[in-house]
Nanobody
């Protein structure tokens, strides 16, 4: 059973950067498509980005392009989400999710494993 643990969240000022990490146990990310979602208070959990397990192709929600970058380190078995030029509207709980041999998808239903989330708060 794959277990995911996010870290790296915290408080940032507008314009600053944070790097979130998603570590895995019970499996290796080289066989999982991994995605990041985020959920702001009283909002739906929205897709942010994903990286395909085999090709390494990345995909971003249209509104996230340019400021966020997903990457994977197979040695550390960790997926990262680099958040640059943060804005107050980026404040949310960020979740890591994974799907074994899965396709890249914006749908939460495609991902069977989820982490507990890490809070990102951006002040103006």
């Amino acid at each position: 059973q794959l277990q995911l643990v996010e870290s790296g969240g915290g408080l940032a000022q507008a314009g600053e950067s944070l790097r979130l990490s998603c570590g895995a146990s019970g499996g290796t990310f080289s066989t999982y498509t991994v995605a990041w979602f985020r959920q702001a208070p009283q909002k739906e959990r929205d897709f942010v980005t994903a990286i395909h397990w085999s090709t390494g192709r990345t995909y971003y929600a249209q509104s996230m392009k340019g400021r966020f970058t997903i990457s994977r380190d197979d040695v550390k078995n960790t997926v990262y989400l680099q958040l640059n030029s943060l804005k107050p509207e980026d404040t949310a709980v960020y979740y890591c999710a994974a799907s074994r041999f899965g396709v890249v998808s914006e749908s939460r239903r495609e991902y069977e494993f989820w982490g507990q989330g890490t809070q990102v708060t951006v002040s103006s």
